[in-house]
């Protein structure tokens, strides 16, 4: 099947406006996960979903950040009144989910986004 | 803040030159991974090691793991130019009820022909 699929691939917006970046896990994975990856660095934390919940959204850097998911699929991450310190790549992973054992997360080709 | 640490931050060898990155980490943990990443994009999984495995091997991939200094190396055999990525480490707990995943700043391979 398909892999995890995220949109727009690039996105370029001015400081102060809004931006929503879309993931589509890959169907049948319970647990989705987004990461941020500035230039040159690993990747950072945000949020993760079990199903629609988010009991981990530790990592979201402020209140700007917020996060959903609806019908245990689809999840857009949206960042309000944009700064320049926000441009980075951002990363949607997603897997089976909510066991001890080790899931695999299978990554999205990322979303990058620049903001001038 | 981030747990992985890795080194070298950049490495350039020659083709069928063996590659080795290290990593380090600062808490216990359930396994490490390794991944690499093309020209800043998506990640692919490369391999797993568990806590209570010292090494684990896969194709031209060799992993060890040592838990009483807490690093792990990622050894690349025979090098080739498609070998050419960025390999983060990244360590797993089990904490909150899921996995949580931690990366390290990576190391950018360089593999010229």
């Known amino acids: 099947g398909a892999g995890v699929s995220q949109s727009p691939s690039n996105k370029v917006t001015e400081k102060g406006k809004d931006v929503e970046l879309r993931c589509d896990p890959i169907s049948g994975h319970t647990a989705l996960y987004w990461y941020r990856q500035s230039l040159g660095q690993g990747l950072e934390f945000l949020i993760y979903?079990?199903?629609?919940?988010?009991?981990?959204k530790s990592g979201l850097p402020s209140d700007r950040f917020s996060a959903e998911r609806t019908g245990g699929s689809v999840s857009t991450l949206t960042i309000q009144r944009t700064q320049q310190e926000d441009s980075a790549v951002y990363l949607c992973a997603s897997s089976f989910g909510g066991t001890r054992s080790y899931n695999e997360q299978f990554f999205g080709p990322g979303t990058r986004l620049t903001v001038l | 803040s981030q747990q992985g640490e890795e080194d070298p931050q950049a490495l350039s060898i020659q083709e069928g030159e063996n590659a080795t990155m290290n990593c380090s980490y600062k808490?216990?943990?359930?396994?490490l991974q390794w991944y690499r990443q093309n020209s800043g994009r998506g990640l692919v999984h490369l391999i797993l090691?568990?806590?209570?495995?010292r090494e684990k091997h896969s194709g031209r991939l060799r992993v060890t793991l040592d838990t009483s200094k807490k690093s792990s190396s990622l050894l690349i055999t025979a090098s080739r130019a498609a070998d050419t990525a960025s390999y983060f480490c990244a360590t797993s707990l089990f904490s909150g009820g899921y996995n949580k995943l931690i990366f390290g700043a990576g190391t950018r391979l360089a593999v010229h022909p």
């Open positions: 090691i568990r806590s209570n495995e």
């Open positions: 979903f079990q199903g629609n919940s988010a009991p981990d």
């Open positions: 808490t216990s943990i359930n396994n």
